[in-house]
Each structure stands twice: as C-alpha cells, then as structure tokens.
C-alpha cells in the first residue's frame, strides 16, 4: 500500500485529455512538499516529467501540466498519444516517514 | 551529459550477498544527494535509500534496514550498496538516481541510470 495513491489504471482516446491523480495526506502532500511525476515505458528508467509540482524540465512537451491542490496533485495529458502509453508516478516527501515516497503508479493505456 | 552506470547485479541466492555500483560522469558527483530505486517485477517504484553529498545516509526503506548499506567514493565518482541477506522480495531492477532541489523535503530525482537486474533465487 503506497503513501500516495493513484488510480491504477486510465485510458484515452487519441487527441483527448487525460488526468492521474495523486492522492496524499496530512504528512505529504498537504503538509505542502512539492509533488513530482515520472514516466516510466516498459524495459526503460524513468523519466522526470514534472517537478516542484508544475515545472517541466527541458524537452518535455507542454502537453503534460502538473497541478497541486490540498491534499491531492494530478497529471493531465492533452493531445494523447500512441507513444504516452507508459506508468506514471507521483513522488513526494513524507514528514512521518521521514523520507521520499512514490505513488503506486499508474498505467496509461491509449485506446 | 549525466551518465550514471550500475553494475554488480545478476543471480544470487536466498541470503546470499551482492554488491551493486554505480559509476556517474558528466556532474559534480560531490555535491550531489544521490539514491536507489528498485522496480520488482509487476510492482511499482520503491525508493531504497538516499545518501547525502557527503556519503551521510538520510534514509533507507524499512525493508532493507539492516541488511543494505549504502556509501559512496567521491575520490571515484562512484555510489555503493552492499546487499546482504537477500530475500526472493529483493528480485527487482536496481536504479542509481540522482538527485536535486531547492531543499532536502523537495528532493526529486532528474536523472535516472539504466538498472541492474538483480534476481535472488535458488
């Protein structure tokens, strides 16, 4: 059982939105550390996607934004593509663990 | 370019040994936090450690307490974890990772090695 929770499974169309949400609590998320989010394809490292909630590191596309709110963060996608089939993760930090976490991931299955 | 290149994994037995490295090139190695990801087989991410520029450890999941250390040679550029007393649960792809943030409560990884496949079996 993760930290954070994400849903473990979305889907979309080609061309549509998509959202993951990054759900947390009091000790994470909503104690007001930044969220981050990575993509992982099969067979290949992760990549970072997102950081300090809403960045986006150089060459990633601005078809992917990250928002925060509360206790909660999410991911969307717009534009969906056959090649943003991969898993998903959010990451933060956790004041009772004392420690980084990652969500369970989410896999993005494009239809 | 960051380069980050495990080495050390393969097959071992239950409570056998393995020691994984990790060789980074392209940054200033000795001020950077470093860490190590493993991804089991059907699972998600599970961050294993975090150790300071200095080679200070800041955190080690509770599965591996007491049976990983971690270290590092900034003389060398490289990062270490000995795995000792391995388990069937420790099967999993190891990442060497690096990390970078404005403060330690928002650290995050932005640049990730290849992995080292580490399988612990009889």
């Known amino acids: 059982q993760s930290v954070l929770t994400q849903p473990p499974s979305v889907s979309g169309a080609p061309g549509q939105r998509v959202t993951i949400s990054c759900t947390g609590t009091?000790?994470?998320?909503?104690?007001?550390?930044?969220v981050h989010w990575y993509r992982q394809f099969p067979e290949t490292a992760p990549k970072l996607l997102i950081y300090?909630?809403?960045n986006r590191p150089s060459g990633v596309p601005d078809r992917f934004s990250g928002a925060k709110s509360g206790t909660s963060a999410s991911l969307a996608i717009t534009g969906l593509q056959a090649e943003d089939e991969a898993d998903y993760y959010c990451?933060?930090?956790?004041?009772?663990?004392?420690?980084?976490?990652f969500g369970g991931g989410t896999k993005l299955t494009v239809l | 370019e960051v380069q980050l290149l495990e080495s050390g994994g393969g097959l071992v037995q239950p409570g056998g040994s393995l020691r994984l490295s990790c060789a980074a090139s392209?940054?200033?190695?000795?001020?950077?936090?470093m860490t190590w990801v493993r991804r089991a087989p059907g699972k998600g991410l599970e961050w294993v450690s975090v150790?300071?520029?200095?080679?200070?450890?800041?955190y080690s999941a509770d599965s591996v307490k007491g049976r990983f250390t971690f270290s590092r040679d900034n003389s060398k550029n490289t990062l270490y974890m000995q795995m000792n007393s391995l388990r069937a649960e420790d099967t999993a792809i190891y990442y060497c990772?690096?990390?970078?943030?404005?403060?330690?409560?928002?650290?995050?990884?932005?640049?990730w090695g290849q992995g080292t496949l580490v399988t612990v079996s009889s």
């Open positions: 990772a690096k990390l970078r943030g404005r403060e330690l409560s928002g650290w995050h990884i932005d640049y």
């Open positions: 300090d909630n809403t």
């Open positions: 990451q933060s930090y956790d004041s009772s663990l004392n420690g980084w976490v």
């Open positions: 009091s000790s994470n998320i909503g104690a007001g550390y930044d």
């Open positions: 392209g940054f200033t190695f000795n001020t950077h936090a």
């Open positions: 150790i300071d520029d200095d080679g200070s450890s800041l």
